[in-house]
């Protein structure tokens, strides 16, 4: 048995204020907007819906992503030193670690 084949020519009118880009083009879009910034604890929290207290118990403060996160060790988050300061993270970092890590900070 052969596999059949159907050519359909198709025209797709695209808005003048839209554009097409490849998936891939918009992540390095995405990640370039997070270029040169830096996010608060308020930041984060927003970002992923999570407040201070969890974000300290469950993602900043656990050894093995700390070893990752933090400044002292090569990292993109700035841990205050002493109570008062603020928190610090290098957007574009930050965020590609909250993706690749998904699966480990939220499951249960």
């Known amino acids: 048995m052969s596999n059949q084949r159907l050519k359909v020519e198709l025209e797709i009118t695209i808005p003048s204020d839209l554009v097409v880009i490849s998936k891939v083009e918009l992540d390095e879009l995405k990640q370039q907007s997070l270029k040169g910034v830096y996010w608060n604890m308020k930041d984060v929290e927003q970002r992923t819906g999570r407040k201070i207290d969890w974000l300290k118990a469950n993602l900043l403060y656990l050894p093995h992503f700390r070893k990752t996160l933090d400044v002292e060790n090569g990292g993109f988050v ?15 970092k930050m965020a590609d670690f909250l993706d690749k890590n998904f699966h480990q900070i939220f499951r249960k």
């Open 78 to 92: 700035y841990y205050p030193s002493a109570k008062g300061q603020a928190w610090s993270f290098q957007a574009n």
